[in-house]
T-cell receptor, first 113, second 112 residues
Framework: NAGVTQTPKFRILKIGQSMTLQCTQD?????MYWYRQDPGMGLKLIYY???????DKGEVPNGYNVSRSTTEDFPLRLELAAPSQTSVYFC????????????FGSGTRLTVV | DQQVKQNSPSLSVQEGRISILNCDYT??????FLWYKKYPAEGPTFLIS?????DKNEDGRFTVFLNKSAKHLSLHIVPSQPGDSAVYFC???????????FGIGTKLQVIP
C-alpha cells in the first residue's frame, strides 16, 4: 500500500518555465490537498479537492492550477515559475469518513532560479 | 494572521526526561486538534489528536492536553527518546472534517 506518492522529489526550474507536480493516492480518499512549506513558516494551503471534478482555492493559490479528473490523482501545475515559488510542496489526502488527520506524501523540493 | 501559533521554534531535552511542546490558537471555532511529526526529507505523519470535548488524550508515551479557555494545547512526551528528535507541527480544524490549519512547527532535539 503506497499511500500518497509524489513525483518528482526534487526539481530546479528556471524563471518562467512551467511544470506539473504529480500526486496520486491509492487509499480511495475523497479529500486531497496541496500545501507548501517555506523555511521557518507553517504549511500553507494552495488548493484542495473534496472529490473528483471538484477543486477549490486555499490560502495561497496564485500562480498555481489544479485538476481532479480521478479520485486517485491531484496534479499541481505551475505555469510561469517565479523565485517566490521556491518551496517544499506536500500533497495530502484524507478520507471523508474519518475525523483523523491527513496522510502526507514525502514532498517535492522545488527551486526556481 | 496566524491562527495556530507555536512560539518555540526549537527545544532540547535530555533523553529520559519530559518534552513539552506548546501550541496556542486564536480561532474559537477550532474544535479538533492534531499533532504531526516530521523527519527530514519526509512528509509529516500523524501523531495524536484531541477533540474539544476532551481535555486529555493519551497514546503510549504521548499525551496531548487541551485548555479551551486559554486556547492552548500541549504535547507531552515521556520519556523522551533520541528517535523523537523531529519537527512537531500543531494543527487545528473546525469539525474535524474541514481543511487543517498548521503552526510553523517546533524542532525537538533529544540529547542522548
Amino acid at each position: 500500500n503506497a499511500g500518497v506518492t509524489q513525483t518528482p522529489k526534487f526539481r530546479i526550474l528556471k524563471i518562467g518555465q512551467s511544470m506539473t507536480l504529480q500526486c496520486t493516492q491509492d487509499m480511495n480518499h475523497n479529500y486531497m490537498y496541496w500545501y507548501r512549506q517555506d523555511p521557518g513558516m507553517g504549511l500553507k494551503l494552495i488548493y484542495y479537492s473534496v472529490g473528483a471534478g471538484i477543486t477549490d482555492k486555499g490560502e495561497v493559490p496564485n500562480g498555481y492550477n489544479v485538476s481532479r479528473s480521478t479520485t486517485e490523482d491531484f496534479p499541481l501545475r505551475l505555469e510561469l515559475a517565479a523565485p517566490s515559488q521556491t518551496s517544499v510542496y506536500f500533497c495530502v489526502s484524507k478520507s471523508t469518513a474519518g475525523a483523523y488527520g491527513y496522510t502526507f506524501g514525502s514532498g517535492t523540493r522545488l527551486t526556481v532560479v | 494572521d496566524q491562527q495556530v501559533k507555536q512560539n518555540s521554534p526549537s527545544l532540547s531535552v535530555q533523553e529520559g526526561r519530559i518534552s513539552i511542546l506548546n501550541c496556542d490558537y486564536t480561532n474559537s471555532m477550532f474544535d479538533y486538534f492534531l499533532w504531526y511529526k516530521k523527519y527530514p526529507a519526509e512528509g509529516p505523519t500523524f501523531l495524536i489528536s484531541i477533540s474539544s470535548i476532551k481535555d486529555k488524550n493519551e497514546d503510549g508515551r504521548f499525551t496531548v492536553f487541551l485548555n479551551k479557555s486559554a486556547k492552548h494545547l500541549s504535547l507531552h512526551i515521556v520519556p523522551s527518546q533520541p528517535g523523537d528528535s523531529a519537527v512537531y507541527f500543531c494543527a487545528a480544524s473546525v469539525g474535524g472534517y474541514q481543511k487543517v490549519t498548521f503552526g510553523i512547527g517546533t524542532k525537538l532535539q533529544v540529547i542522548p
